[in-house]
């Protein structure tokens, strides 16, 4: 029994103390600001992904086109002739639509090329239509028959993950080229 001079014994404490709840919140803060500068980075580089594949392929179709009109781009020794009207310098203009359009697939090499730019990079990749952009494109070939085509997009400036960009009035323009033998 308990004596009336003894102090009743304390309780023990139970639940946390605010220092502990701040230290808390303060650490899954953190956690979930990581997560979405991790989610941020992921949407990047899924977008850079979509457009190297999308210029991939339009660089594949490309190369495509001119193998179905080898004949009229090489010679007999299997050199591409540099006067075609698939090749295009970078810096330079793509050719303009003729009135007879793209459908069906126009037979002149410069018609071809200029479809292939006006309406399937338009379709494939929007933002890399504009003229800024389109010169960044090349369509050449070396002395020993080898066409790289060059397509390009833009980008904001330092999101160009793969290293392959181009200064461009103060926007980043990234490149993807494909090298080939016709």
């Given at each position: 029994m308990l004596n009336a001079q003894q102090p009743l014994p304390r309780?023990?404490?139970a639940g946390f103390s605010l220092l502990e709840v701040l230290v808390a919140v303060l650490l899954v803060?953190?956690?979930l600001l990581g997560a979405a500068a991790l989610f941020g980075k992921g949407i990047a580089y899924s977008r850079d992904t979509y457009e190297q594949q999308s210029a991939a392929m339009l660089a594949n179709e490309l190369?495509?086109?001119m193998r179905s009109d080898a004949s009229s781009i090489l010679d007999v020794s299997g050199t591409p002739k540099s006067?075609?009207?698939y090749f295009k310098a970078a810096g330079q203009d793509f050719p303009t639509l003729g009135s007879?359009?793209?459908a069906p697939l126009p037979d002149s090499a410069q018609e071809r090329l200029a479809c292939w730019a006006r309406v399937r990079v338009a379709q494939t990749l929007p933002a890399a239509t504009e003229d800024a952009v389109l010169k960044q494109y090349a369509i050449t070939a070396d002395a020993n028959g080898i066409v790289t085509?060059?397509?390009a997009w833009p980008v904001k400036a330092g999101e160009c993950l793969d290293g392959k960009k181009t200064e461009d009035s103060g926007s980043d323009v990234c490149?993807?080229?494909l090298r080939s033998m016709l």
């Open positions: 309780r023990q404490q803060s953190i956690g190369l495509e086109i006067g075609s009207g007879s359009g793209c085509v060059r397509v490149t993807f080229e």
